[in-house]
């Protein structure tokens, strides 16, 4: 069975400062990682995800997220935060051909003008 | 419509009583789930709907919940019996193919918002 722990659950940046968002995972069998982004009242949108290949991904918006077997990582960065990134992520994993998306718990990010 | 709808947006009950949300994927996915949202917990899977094969339903909480989905469309989500710890926002999702998951492309509603009191 697939897991996802995501490091806080709060994260406040200055606008113009970079975002990191922590997300590790447990899986059995090779994983599919997404993340995930809700606005205030909206539903979910995907931000990037990663399949195979590459594993450095590029996503939406100047997101991207780094696949780490080792660290069994996926963490989200953007170099340089937007008032309107302010929303909250959602890191994601699925085993190989599966169709259940199990999710973190979100971390909520605020950003400081 | 364009995205997957949802309704009620909002729904506020007394406990004891049932309740229906209902769900209208996009045309032409074939995949439907509902996950339920709590606050600070994620979000909870409840159950997959693909094609005409048998639901996964290893996700609903208890028997007072149950989900059906009429012609491999329009989904509805009934609670009976709601109780306090039901409330929560109940979110269903659509994809294009069965393999949601490996594709990774689900598409969310806004959500209906249950409150039990």
């Known amino acids: 069975a697939q897991s996802v722990t995501q490091l806080g659950s709060h994260v406040s940046v200055s606008e113009g400062a970079l975002v990191l968002l922590r997300c590790n995972y447990s899986?059995?069998?090779?994983?599919?990682l997404f993340w995930y982004v809700q606005y205030p009242n909206q539903g979910l949108q995907l931000l990037l995800k990663y399949t195979t290949g590459a594993t450095l991904v590029k996503g939406i918006n100047g997101f991207e997220a780094e696949f780490k077997k080792s660290e069994t990582s996926f963490h989200l960065t953007k170099p340089s935060a937007h008032m309107s990134d302010a929303a909250e992520y959602f890191c994601a994993v699925s085993d190989l051909g599966g169709y259940k998306l199990s999710f973190g718990a979100g971390t909520t990010v605020t950003v400081r003008a | 419509g364009a995205g997957v709808s949802q309704s009620p947006s909002n729904k506020v009950t007394e406990k004891g009583k049932d309740v229906e949300l209902r769900c209208d994927p996009i045309?032409?996915?074939?995949?439907l789930y509902w996950y339920r949202q709590s606050l600070g917990q994620g979000l909870e899977f409840l159950i997959y709907?693909?094609?005409?094969?048998?639901?996964?339903k290893s996700g609903l909480p208890s028997d007072r919940f149950s989900a059906e989905r009429t012609g491999g469309s329009v989904s509805t989500l009934t609670i009976q019996r709601t109780q306090q710890e039901d409330s929560a926002v109940y979110l269903c999702a659509s994809s294009l193919r069965g393999s949601g998951g490996a594709d990774g492309e689900l598409f969310f509603g806004e959500g209906s918002r249950l409150t039990v009191l």
């Open positions: 899986s059995s069998v090779p994983p599919y």
């Open positions: 709907f693909q094609g005409n094969s048998a639901p996964d």
């Open positions: 045309s032409g996915h074939t995949a």
